[in-house]
């Protein structure tokens, strides 16, 4: 076998490889979604509706679901067709900042209190606060062919929690639901305390994308 050869089979097996793990963890991700909204469906909720849309207004929820795709269309791209484009490596990038912001903010802020909504299932919240943002973000380290990211990579990775966060204040003022107690304008400080805690957040959010587009380009460069 000549030595370009056995670089080529190298490279496809890295990409099995990462293909195979990518699958493992979508479908661990995948499964603590469902497992969590059957756990909570037990409960037998007296409005579905309301139900449903409060379970998928949960950040957490959001941002795993979007991982999970992200994670299947790597296998896709990377081994199915050999190449990504440029925008699933902007996906990719935005899943993993949010991920790491989920995970950040939870075992800052949230961990070790009762969200009063819905009781949580154990196993399935360690995965989508815990081991679920460390899969991905190793996972988008190892891709194959990963791209250096622009920096307009941060506008557009805030557009998603800036919607979601005009969202949940809105949807909260008009039923009196919000999926995180930092979020509920009834603490202590009122709107103030929830503007600064949104601020924190899109400090993380920013700051997390930022690592993510800088570690992008400087091993780009390197390879």
Do not use: K
Request: net charge positive; with cysteine; proline share 4%.
């Amino acid at each position: 076998m000549t030595a370009t050869a056995r670089i080529t089979a190298s490279s496809q097996l890295y990409r099995r490889g990462f293909a195979a793990l990518s699958v493992v963890a979508a479908l661990l991700i995948f499964a603590a979604v469902i497992g969590q909204l059957v756990f909570s469906l037990s409960f037998s909720p007296d409005d579905l509706g309301f139900f449903f849309t409060n379970f998928f207004s949960f950040f957490t929820i959001l941002s795993n679901v979007v991982a999970a795709v992200a994670l299947a269309l790597a296998t896709w791209f990377i081994v199915g067709r050999g190449d990504a484009p440029a925008w699933f490596w902007g996906v990719l990038g935005a899943s993993t900042t949010y991920m790491v912001t989920t995970g950040v903010v939870y075992n800052a802020l949230l961990r070790g209190i009762s969200l009063d909504q819905e009781a949580t299932l154990g196993w399935s919240n360690e995965v989508l606060h815990l081991f679920g943002p460390i899969l991905v973000a190793v996972l988008w380290w190892f891709a194959p062919g990963r791209i250096a990211l622009p920096w307009n990579h941060l506008g557009l990775v805030a557009l998603f929690p800036l919607a979601w966060g005009a969202y949940t204040v809105v949807r909260g003022a008009l039923f009196g639901w919000y999926p995180y107690p930092f979020m509920n304008p009834s603490q202590p400080g009122g709107y103030g305390a929830v503007a600064l805690y949104m601020c924190a957040i899109a400090a993380v959010i920013i700051g997390a994308d930022a690592l993510i587009v800088r570690l992008s380009r400087r091993t780009r460069r390197r390879s």
